[in-house]
């Protein structure tokens, strides 16, 4: 069973940058595909970028593109997400998410493992 850990969240002033991690445990974590999805208050949550299980696809919401970058190094088992050029519109509490799949998904309901989410405020 892979579980999900996230850490890297905080607050941040409109222009700055932010580094997500997500650390996995579980022998068959290294296969699965990983993404970032967020929810806002009173938002359905969204997806914000996804990582195949071998770095070969990436995909990214479109508001975010040119500003994010999804990475993964699976010799650690962990999966970062850098956030550069931080908008009031991105706070947002970020979830980890994994799929057996293995593949650069965008929908959530292909994944089966959520982490517990953590916050993400920038202020204007």
């Known amino acids: 069973q892979v579980q999900l850990v996230e850490s890297g969240g905080g607050l941040v002033q409109a222009g700055g940058s932010l580094r997500l991690s997500c650390a996995a445990s579980?022998?068959?974590?290294?296969?699965?595909?990983m993404g970032w999805f967020r929810q806002a208050p009173g938002k359905e949550r969204e997806f914000v970028a996804s990582?195949?299980?071998?770095?070969?696809?990436?995909n990214y919401l479109n508001s975010v593109k040119g500003r994010f970058t999804i990475s993964r190094d699976n010799a650690k088992n962990v999966v970062f997400l850098q956030m550069n050029s931080l908008k009031p519109e991105d706070t947002a509490v970020y979830y980890c998410?994994?799929?057996?799949?293995?593949?650069?998904?965008?929908?959530?309901?292909?994944?089966?493992?959520w982490g517990q989410g953590t916050q993400v405020t920038v202020s204007s």
């Open positions: 998410a994994a799929t057996a799949i293995g593949m650069a998904s965008r929908n959530s309901y292909e994944y089966d493992v």
């Open positions: 579980g022998r068959t974590s290294r296969s699965y595909g």
């Open positions: 990582i195949s299980w071998n770095s070969g696809a990436t």
